[in-house]
C-alpha cells in the first residue's frame, strides 16, 4: 500500500474512534458522479465495471478524497438473463438514455394472506413466489415444491424439471450465474485499481437493515410503513425472522474479503415514516442486532441514515463507543454533535443539492459552518446528504480545498 493509502486510512480509523486526526477526513458519498462527469456512459458501466477505471482515476485525481466508493451499479447482463422487472436500467431495454441511473420499482411482491406461507417456510416462498414475481424469465419456479420429504413423493415430485418453462427458468439462473461470475472479477479490478493504483481506501461490503429488506424485497415501501399498524404481529414476526436469515452470511463475506467497513443505507425509518414508538418497536431493535454483528466481527459500521432523523438520536445512541459511524441526510448538526458524536463519529449533512447547483461562495460558507460545529474535539468526517450523481465540478473542488482549508487541527 502507498503512503497515501495509509495517511488517508489513518485520518479516517482516528475519527472513527472519535480521536482527532491531522484534519477532517473528506469522504463524499459519491454514486454516479465520476460516470456523469468523465464519462463512460452510466449504461457502459452496467455491461462491464471496468469501463469505469479511467473516470475513477479522474476522480480521485483531481479530488484526492479520503475515501472513495465505486460505481454502485447492477449489472445488466444478469439482469437481462433473468427478465428482471423491479428495475429500470439505462440503455435498449427499457429505453432510457445511456447516461441516466437505474430506478427500483416500489411494489409488493408478498400479498396480505401471505404472511404466514412466509413465515412456515420463508425459503420456499422465494423461490416459488418471490423470484418468479421479480423476474419474467423465473415463471417457471412457480411451478417447484419442495415440501414433501417422503422419498417416493420427491422423487415423484422432479417430474416438474422436466416441464419446459422450470427448465427455462433454470436455464435463465444459469445464464446470469455465468455473467455474475464475470461481474465479481471487474468488481475485484475496480477495488484494487482504487486501493493499490490510486492509494485510496474504499467502502467495502453493502449490507441492509432487517426492516428495509421486509419494505424493498417483500411489502414495497408505500405497504411495508403501513403495515406497522395494519398488520403489527405479523411485521414485527417477518422482520425478526428476515434478521434470523440475512445478517451472518453478508457479515461473513465480508469479514473474508478483509473489509473494514460495512455500508449500510437506512430506507424506511425516517421522521416521516414512523412514529418514535414504531421505529423502537419494529426497526432499531434488528438494526442494532446487524450492527453489533457487524463489530463483533472486526468491522465497522458505517451507516447512512436516509432522510430527517431528529427524533431518532437518543435512539441510535445505544451503541459502543467508537465503533460506528453515522452519516446524516437531513438533520440537526449541531443536536446530533451533542448526542449520537459523543459515542460514534458522524457526517454528512452538506446538501448535495448546493454542490449541483450552489455557488463556490455558498458551496465553502456551508462547508465551514458544519466544520464549526462538528470538528472540535473530533470524530467528525466530511460528507454531503445525498449520494452524488450529477454535481458542479468546481463546486466538488471547492468543498474539497475548503475541508483541508478550515478543517485542520
Known amino acids: 500500500m502507498s503512503n497515501s493509502y495509509n495517511e488517508k486510512l489513518q485520518r479516517m480509523e482516528t475519527a472513527i474512534n472519535l480521536g482527532v486526526p491531522d484534519r477532517v477526513p473528506f469522504a463524499p458519498k459519491v454514486s454516479l458522479y465520476p460516470c456523469f462527469t468523465y464519462g463512460p456512459s452510466v449504461y457502459d458501466v452496467m455491461k462491464d465495471y471496468r ?37 429500470r436500467w439505462p440503455g435498449p431495454t427499457h429505453k432510457l438514455p445511456l447516461m441516466s441511473s437505474y430506478q427500483h420499482l416500489d411494489n409488493t411482491y408478498m400479498e396480505d394472506d401471505e404472511f404466514d406461507e412466509f413465515l412456515t417456510d420463508p425459503t420456499h416462498f422465494i423461490i416459488t413466489k418471490l423470484l418468479p414475481r421479480k423476474h419474467n424469465n423465473l415463471k417457471g419456479l412457480s411451478k417447484l415444491t419442495f415440501h414433501d420429504i417422503f422419498d417416493m413423493s420427491f422423487i415423484m415430485d422432479t417430474a416438474a424439471f422436466g416441464d419446459p418453462e422450470v427448465m427455462s427458468a ?8 455465468q455473467h455474475v461470475r464475470d461481474k465479481i472479477e471487474q468488481a475485484k479490478f475496480i477495488t484494487n485499481l482504487i486501493v493499490n493504483e490510486c492509494g485510496c481506501p474504499t467502502r467495502g461490503a453493502t449490507v441492509c437493515a432487517p426492516f428495509d429488506i421486509y419494505t424493498d424485497s417483500l411489502r414495497g415501501l408505500v ?15 417477518c422482520v425478526n425472522r428476515i434478521a434470523d436469515m440475512c445478517i451472518a452470511k453478508p457479515i461473513a463475506a465480508a469479514k473474508a474479503k478483509g473489509e473494514r467497513l460495512v455500508y449500510i443505507p437506512l430506507h424506511s425509518g425516517t421522521d416521516d415514516f414512523m412514529s418514535g414508538e414504531d421505529y423502537e418497536t419494529f426497526y432499531w431493535p434488528t438494526l442494532r442486532r446487524l450492527i453489533m454483528a457487524i463489530i463483533d466481527a472486526g468491522m465497522t459500521p458505517y451507516v447512512f441514515c436516509e432522510g430527517k432523523y431528529n427524533t431518532r438520536l437518543d435512539v441510535i445512541s445505544d451503541v459502543p463507543r467508537g465503533k460506528v459511524v453515522y452519516m446524516f441526510e437531513q438533520v440537526d448538526i449541531r443536536r446530533a454533535k451533542e448526542t449520537v458524536g459523543k459515542v460514534a463519529c458522524i457526517g454528512g449533512n452538506l446538501p448535495t443539492s448546493l454542490l449541483a447547483f450552489g455557488t463556490k461562495e455558498q458551496v465553502v460558507d456551508e462547508t465551514r459552518r458544519l466544520l464549526d460545529i462538528c470538528a472540535p ?28 482549508k478550515y478543517g485542520t487541527y
Not at 469501463?51 to 466508493?69: C, Q, T
Not at 405497504?223 to 414476526?237: I, N, R, W
Not at 474535539?377 to 483541508?404: H, Q, V
Open 223 to 237: 405497504q411495508g410503513v403501513m403495515d406497522v399498524k395494519l398488520y403489527p404481529e405479523e411485521t414485527l414476526a
Open 170 to 177: 433454470l436455464m435463465a439462473l444459469m445464464h446470469a450465474g
Open 377 to 404: 474535539g473530533g470524530g467528525f468526517i466530511m460528507d454531503c446528504s445525498l449520494a452524488i450523481d450529477n454535481a458542479n465540478p468546481e463546486n466538488m473542488l471547492a468543498w474539497r480545498e475548503a475541508t483541508e
Open 51 to 87: 469501463n469505469a477505471a479511467p473516470a475513477i482515476r479522474s476522480y480521485i485525481r483531481d479530488l484526492d478524497p479520503d475515501l472513495a466508493w465505486s460505481p454502485p451499479t447492477y449489472p445488466i447482463d444478469p439482469l437481462e438473463a433473468l427478465g428482471t422487472n423491479m428495475l
